[in-house]
């Protein structure tokens, strides 16, 4: 008999959906759940950030919830999982795709409703780098229940390999309850322009997650124009930038995939600024321009997720944390070299379509729920 699965993200699937259907968007963010379904595994989808229920208990204990929230930078919401304890009660495995819900899930489960011995998976984009944000008071105490979360967790999930093998270290987690899924991008929809984009007069970076460094990118100097599209800095427009802001992961966003793909297609080179974290951080960004056959200037950080694909100077081009010298460098060596241009962006999309498709994705998703049933 099938076990009934119920996988909590970020939502938007609905609109997403709508969106695929009319190739208005790519199908990365499903993350190969989708086809997981229709290849009969029996997955019930629900957003992690719905409102909390009407209940005296919420009532009571939201306003300390959101107070621990905001002093230790964790999003730590054990009422979020009461709000779902009723159809989390008649699932046979929670899968958890955002690390905050993860760490409510294990929290509660660990701590509140110790007796209930249902099975949890929680997926951790970025556990290595967990206090990166906390006051250095509560690092012990958070270290303390981490650790006990993690060990409550049936299977922990990580997008990089560098994030699961420190984490294992850093919280003894049992290294056979620990999985690496693999992102991958949508090849149809990420696609190359119709010509060669060597002349163009922009640099495109986006992202928006606290491990991108455009305090290094803004120090660049380039004779072409640097489009930032973020909600970390502050919007600007003059010669040297020009800096938008939105979210690129959040279904309401300044920008459509489309235009998005087109800012990709038409720059000269995209750049993935990084802080040297073990977060797989840059991961789709850096796929779905090399997908689009971009050459791309990647921060070699310690949280690189392939570091044995990426060929510096062949597929993309490698630099080190905090180094706008080497950005600059590497934005001059592409400037004065076409062939060479030409050949990193075949190579791009090459590594795009051999390791980093859908099917790739899917694969290695496929590996981890069919332990479920």
């Not at 008071?137 to 979360?149: A, E, G, Q």
């Not at 994030?163 to 294992?168: F, L």
Request: proline letters at 3%.
């Amino acid at each position: 008999m099938l076990k009934k699965i119920l996988v909590f993200d970020k939502g938007g699937r609905k609109e997403r959906m709508e969106l695929i259907k009319k190739n208005q968007a790519p199908k990365d963010f499903l993350q190969s759940l989708d086809t997981l379904r229709e290849n009969g595994f029996k997955i019930k989808h629900l957003s992690s950030t719905s409102a909390y229920k009407k209940s005296p208990l919420c009532l009571i204990f939201k306003p300390i919830e959101e107070i621990f929230s905001r002093i230790s930078n964790i999003g730590l919401r054990p009422l979020s999982v009461f709000n779902f304890s009723n159809i989390i009660n008649s699932s046979d495995y929670v899968v958890s795709l955002t690390d905050g819900f993860s760490i409510s899930l294990g929290f509660y489960y660990a701590f509140i409703n110790k007796k209930n011995k249902i099975r949890l998976a929680g997926a951790f984009h970025k556990l290595s780098d967990y206090d990166s944000k906390l006051p250095k008071f509560l690092k012990n105490i958070y270290f303390k229940i981490f650790t006990i979360i993690l060990k409550r967790l049936d299977f922990v999930i990580f997008y990089g390999e560098a994030d699961r093998t420190n984490s294992i270290k850093t919280f003894n987690i049992e290294t056979k309850k620990t999985f690496t899924i693999k992102f991958g991008v949508d090849t149809d929809f990420w696609k190359p322009f119709n010509h060669s984009s060597f002349e163009s007069n922009y640099i495109f970076s986006i992202g928006q997650d606290p491990g991108r460094d455009f305090n290094t990118l803004l120090k660049v100097n380039t004779k072409k124009r640097i489009h930032i599209h973020t909600s970390l800095i502050k919007a600007q427009n003059d010669n040297k930038f020009e800096i938008t802001n939105g979210s690129y992961h959040k279904y309401k966003k300044s920008l459509t995939d489309l235009e998005i793909r087109s800012l990709y297609q038409k720059s000269f080179v995209v750049v993935v600024p990084l802080k040297n974290v073990y977060q797989p951080s840059g991961y789709s960004v850096t796929l779905q321009a090399l997908s689009c056959g971009k050459p791309v200037i990647l921060t070699l950080t310690k949280g690189l997720w392939a570091p044995q694909l990426f060929k510096s100077f062949e597929n993309c081009i490698l630099v080190n944390p905090y180094k706008k010298e080497e950005i600059e460098d590497a934005i001059k060596f592409l400037e004065e070299s076409k062939d060479i241009y030409e050949k990193i962006c075949t190579n791009a999309r090459s590594t795009a379509i051999n390791y980093f498709s859908l099917e790739n994705a899917y694969a290695s998703t496929y590996e981890l729920f069919k332990k479920f049933n």
